[in-house]
């Protein structure tokens, strides 16, 4: 069984640009969470969406922003970049159902705004 | 404010001996706990978790106890290997209301080195 895909790896951007991440959750999941992992603030709750919906929020800005499509993979959006935005951006994955509530997680985008 | 807090950034221990990882939280609404075990550029892995109706949970060389009254969970690792080096995470997850979903709040994170 495949694990959580995150694409890309690696991502350079300047200030004031926007950038896309790519999330695609383990195959029977339909639950997708996004996190911000900083050194200072650990790993922070960006949004969760489940079949399309944005079920929960984090307190981030509304420069950060996500999607979900039909077939539960997500991409995670965030518009006019900030040096401060530069960061590990993780995915993880699970049933979103019942109570089985283990998130899996993809290695992550790390982006870095110069 | 922080709600689940790792107080030790790190911890050094020999191999074959215990390792116990502490987490302390705040939010009494908290009823899932999960630990997660971290190796540098590479995402959380899942390692055990908790329900708030259990006070210990065991799955081979890692045990987690929980202390509602405290507050307090631990994790213990027995005998600790030097392939247990890596950031542990705390987490804990409440229900969300109404929409049926959960978030995870996370520790800071506690750098465990297990000395050979």
């Known amino acids: 069984k495949a694990g959580v895909t995150q694409t890309p790896r690696y991502l350079i951007k300047t200030r004031g640009q926007q950038v896309t991440l790519s999330c695609s959750p383990i195959?029977?999941?339909?639950?997708v969470s996004w996190y911000q992992q900083t050194p200072g603030q650990g790993l922070q709750f960006l949004f969760e969406?489940?079949?399309?919906?944005?079920?929960n929020k984090g307190n981030f800005p509304g420069r950060f922003s996500g999607r979900q499509f039909s077939n539960s993979r997500s991409e995670m959006n965030v518009s006019t970049l900030e040096l401060g935005d530069s960061a590990l951006y993780l995915c993880?994955?699970?049933?979103?159902?019942?109570?089985?509530?283990?998130?899996?997680f993809g290695q992550g985008t790390r982006l870095t705004v110069v | 404010d922080q709600q689940v807090k790792q107080n030790s950034p790190s911890l050094s221990v020999q191999e074959g001996r215990i390792s116990i990882l502490n987490c302390d939280y705040t939010?009494?609404?908290?009823?899932?706990f999960l630990w997660y075990k971290k190796y540098p550029a590479e995402g959380p892995t899942f390692l055990i978790s908790?329900?708030?109706?259990?006070d210990k949970n065991e799955d081979g060389r890692f045990t987690v106890f929980l202390n509602k009254s405290a507050k307090h969970l631990s994790l213990h690792i027995v005998p600790s290997q030097p392939g247990d080096s890596a950031v542990y995470f705390c987490?804990?997850?409440?229900?969300?209301?109404?929409?049926?979903?959960?978030?995870?709040?996370f520790g800071k994170g506690t750098k465990l080195s297990v000395i050979p």
């Open positions: 993880a994955s699970s049933s979103g159902q019942g109570a089985i509530l283990e998130a899996f």
């Open positions: 195959s029977g999941h339909r639950s």
């Open positions: 969406y489940f079949s399309e919906t944005q079920r």
């Open positions: 939010n009494s609404m908290f009823d899932y």
């Open positions: 908790i329900s708030s109706i259990k």
């Open positions: 987490a804990a997850s409440a229900p969300h209301s109404g929409a049926g979903s959960y978030q995870l709040t």
